[in-house]
């Protein structure tokens, strides 16, 4: 969790403790309340709406066993971590029953321990709430900020229950991975994820695909003056640019174990390194990954860390290819049209029926992005009456995935009989291959014409055939 976003009430009668453990969180960054005693505490509490409470058991007006109780009743989620004397641990256990979440004993030597059960506390606290979040979302079927989506077009019930888990995390302070085809829109939904956390810093995005170790420790950290030959200057990385904001890291798979070591740092301790410089600094920015890449079988080969592997799946988001969201189709290439038609000052072209049902049975290796040149393609060389369909077919023939499709099934046929069963006939070939573009083709014969490399009347006429005999 980012220090940033979190807010921590002390609730200790002893003024030097309560100072300690309040100088030290607020040093790391995190905002503090402070109370005397418990009646303050409990004031102080429902006042500042804190994220994680600290609190003793014994202290004047209203000791910390109370404190526990009152708390719980008014919100029962928050963490409360106790801070108890030597000798009274028999009050310990007694506050853990209560619902706290932990205590340590006095004297509070070891600040970082602290921190350390603190973020525990927060991320088990905020995991639950998640859960809790994502049922209501999926019970009430409902996005409560649509706006945030606007840039994705869709009506797929695939997308749709993306954005509701979208909504649930994006608040959280965890990293994100997000994992697709090349051409889905990754960085699209990792923008919809900063702004469903309603951060106010910046959304900053690096390809590191291509980017050796110095080059990306350069640009992800910065580096401090005299760093390396030619650092004249200091310059901040991209985490600083991202502060109180979202860093989003794309083609996470391709980086090397050497920068997978320093970014599985920047998420374990929330901190990093400028080039050159001996003094950590603090991360206030919200980690979120792309990959087109199979993580666990990289993970199998010892290609990618697999702590590493670990701490990126805190929220996984995956994004289905084209070709499987059918009802889509329609609505981009609308959607398509109309932006290529604005972009280039002409009138949007009325794209043929048939249209649709060849895109439908294309596989779309590219996925939208290979779609949305597709239809820019055709709308550039578009001149009157209706769009031709001419520069869709060139795309999808001869490399189309369908039509390569209809030929294996076909030459496993002929292998398989020719090693000793019977060879089908030409007829017989030929039925096959009928068969099997009018399956693909959803029955449409001018879609299953084009799969078999004919016009739609000799196909009539074969399915004729076929009738009679």
């Known amino acids: ?64 066993l109370d404190v526990i109780k009152q708390i719980k009743e008014r919100r029962p989620d928050t963490p409360i971590i106790v801070i108890s004397g030597t000798g009274a641990i028999k009050d310990a256990v007694e506050a853990l029953k209560r619902g706290a979440w932990d205590y340590v004993e006095k004297p509070v030597l070891d600040f970082d321990a602290l921190e350390h ?7 088990q606290t905020q995991l639950r709430n998640q859960v809790a979040g ?10 409560h900020k649509p706006e945030i989506f606007s840039s994705i077009v869709t009506r797929s019930p695939s997308l749709l229950n993306i954005f509701q888990y979208i909504e649930v995390i994006g608040p959280t302070s965890q990293p994100v991975m997000i994992c697709g085809e090349t051409g889905t829109g990754k960085e699209l939904f990792a923008n919809a994820v900063h702004l469903a956390s309603g951060r106010k810093g910046a959304f900053v995005a690096l390809n590191v695909a291509g980017l050796d170790d110095q080059m990306l420790s350069d640009v992800l950290f910065g580096h401090v003056r005299g760093a390396f030959t030619g650092a004249d200057r200091l310059r901040e990385g991209m985490i600083a640019q991202a502060a109180r904001g979202t860093l989003f890291l794309d083609e996470i798979g391709d980086l090397k174990e050497s920068s997978q070591i320093k970014l599985l740092r920047l998420l374990q301790e929330g901190e990093y390194f400028p080039l050159g410089s001996d003094h950590p600094r603090k991360s206030e920015a919200r980690i979120v990954m792309a990959t087109h890449r199979n993580l666990n079988e990289m993970v199998a080969k010892e290609i990618f860390r697999q702590d590493l592997y670990y701490r990126l799946f805190a929220h996984q988001v995956v994004i289905p290819p084209l070709y499987e969201r059918g009802d889509d189709i329609p609505l981009l290439l609308e959607h398509y049209l109309q932006e290529a038609a604005d972009t280039l000052g002409r009138k949007k072209p009325t794209a043929p029926p048939e249209l649709i049902d060849y895109l439908k049975a294309y596989r779309f290796p590219g996925n939208v992005r290979e779609f949305k040149a597709m239809v820019y393609e055709a709308v550039t060389r578009h001149t009157q009456g209706m769009l031709s369909m001419e520069s869709f077919l060139k795309t999808m023939g001869k490399t189309s995935e369908t039509r390569l499709a209809l030929q294996s099934t076909s030459a496993e046929v002929v292998v398989r009989n020719a090693a000793g069963e019977h060879i089908p006939t030409l007829d017989e070939a030929e039925d096959l291959l009928i068969t099997q573009a009018m399956s693909r083709a959803n029955n449409n014969q001018g879609v299953a014409a084009g799969y078999l490399g004919i016009n739609r009347s000799a196909l009539n006429k074969k399915l004729l055939k076929r009738r009679t005999t």
């Open 117 to 123: 059960i603190a973020k525990k506390a927060l991320e």
């Open 1 to 64: 969790m980012e220090s940033d976003s979190i807010k921590l009430l002390i609730i200790e009668d002893e003024d030097a403790i309560r100072r300690g453990i309040a100088t030290f969180f607020t040093d790391s960054g995190y905002e503090v309340a402070e109370a005397c005693n418990g009646e303050e505490g409990v004031r102080k509490f429902l006042s500042e709406n804190p994220d994680l409470v600290f609190t003793d058991l014994r202290m004047p007006i209203l000791g910390g």
């Open 134 to 143: 994502l049922k209501q979302k999926l019970l009430s079927g409902g996005i």
